[in-house]
């Protein structure tokens, strides 16, 4: 895209039918309707969405080896193949509102059943731009997603301008964003299930390091919204994810919209992607304030004590460390 555009983003924060896969697609489809109608170009809708995200307020009883059979069998049943009919449902709707859309999934191989993985799909009027699934399941996340390739660190090039982003806590990961850096995201999309104040400064922190305008999209999970067959104990929560959803600035790192919380909401900015451009005049990380000559070398470097580091020091070498840029090897 060689213009750069005032682009209408929207957060959409939202709750699915819970455990119900065509039932979360077409909320979906509706809400992408939804923010069309406010103008919206491009829509953002939370991590895990369909069919649901599983929280560790009660997920995290799965580490057992019995006792979540059923709930693991109805998550794969509703969970999304790529491509699929379900996929399929979202690009029409996109099609039909004409927009584009950025959307959490729990992704299944329909020909492989087994493992299932947190991916995050850009979706446009005309079919799948984009797919990643992430790199390293959080925590007690581990106990029902495998873990992403690394081979999708690239924004994907849209009408819109250049998208790109990371799923959650992924966002911590600094050389996971430095590659995704690498490919000059100028829309860094943030679907999550944070929702503290830990995870807006860090956003903050992204749309300054990235100099790209953040959308960042937590989900909204109120007790009420569980079937009364949910099949695992909820405990005593009444709230599973209180949202926060916000767009942050790349100049200054500024919120420009939300956050916002506790109940189901659209929120919308305009983003002038000349700001990206204007933010980079003053730091570009993967451009003229890298360093990858002098830090991309002692990443690779091995770690002071170990028999590798005491080899090399009693080396009488003098040669220089080298080491590709992430840019010259996508399967780093």
């Known amino acids: 895209m060689a213009e750069l555009e005032t682009i209408r983003v929207a957060a959409v ?3 699915p039918a819970i455990l119900d896969g065509p039932g979360s697609t077409e909320k979906a489809a509706g809400l992408i309707a939804d923010a069309a109608s406010e103008g919206a170009d491009l829509v953002v809708l939370p991590e895990a969405f369909i069919p649901l995200y599983p929280s560790q307020a009660w997920a995290r009883a799965a580490s057992g080896f019995s006792g979540f059979d059923e709930l693991w069998e109805r998550l794969w049943e509703n969970s999304v193949e790529v491509p699929g009919p379900l996929v399929d449902r979202l690009v029409e709707a996109c099609r039909e509102a ?3 859309c950025a959307i959490g999934i729990n992704e299944r191989e329909l020909e492989r059943p087994g493992s299932l993985y947190n991916t995050l799909l850009l979706l446009g009027p005309e079919g799948l731009i984009w797919k990643h699934r992430k790199l390293m399941p959080t925590h007690h996340e581990r106990l029902f997603h495998g873990i992403g390739a690394g081979d999708d660190l690239e924004a994907a090039e849209t009408p819109l301008g250049r998208v790109g982003g990371l799923i959650c806590w992924e966002n911590r990961m600094p050389l996971a964003r430095y590659r995704m850096y690498a490919s000059g995201p100028q829309i860094w999309v943030a679907p999550t299930a944070d929702d503290s104040d ?18 960042s999209v937590p989900q909204y999970i109120p007790r009420s919204a569980f079937p009364d067959d949910f099949p695992a104990p909820l405990g005593d929560r009444e709230v599973f994810g209180r ?3 916000a767009i942050v600035e790349p100049a200054w790192g500024e919120v420009i919209a939300g956050p916002l919380y506790d109940r189901e909401a659209i929120v919308t900015a305009d983003c002038d992607l000349r700001r990206t451009l204007h933010a980079k005049r003053w730091f570009d990380s993967v451009g003229h304030y890298s360093r990858e000559d002098v830090l991309l070398g002692e990443i690779g470097a091995p770690a002071p004590g170990t028999a590798a580091a005491q080899e090399g020091s009693s080396s009488n070498s003098s040669s220089p460390t080298t080491t590709e840029s992430p840019r010259s090897n996508p399967a780093r």
Not at 204 to 215: C, D, K, L, T
Request: no cysteine; aromatic share 8%.
């Open 243 to 245: 949202g926060g959803a």
């Open 198 to 215: 830990g995870w807006l400064a860090s956003m903050r922190h992204v749309a300054i390091e990235s100099g790209a305008f953040v959308v």
């Open 98 to 100: 004409g927009v584009h």
């Open 13 to 15: 924060q939202a709750t």
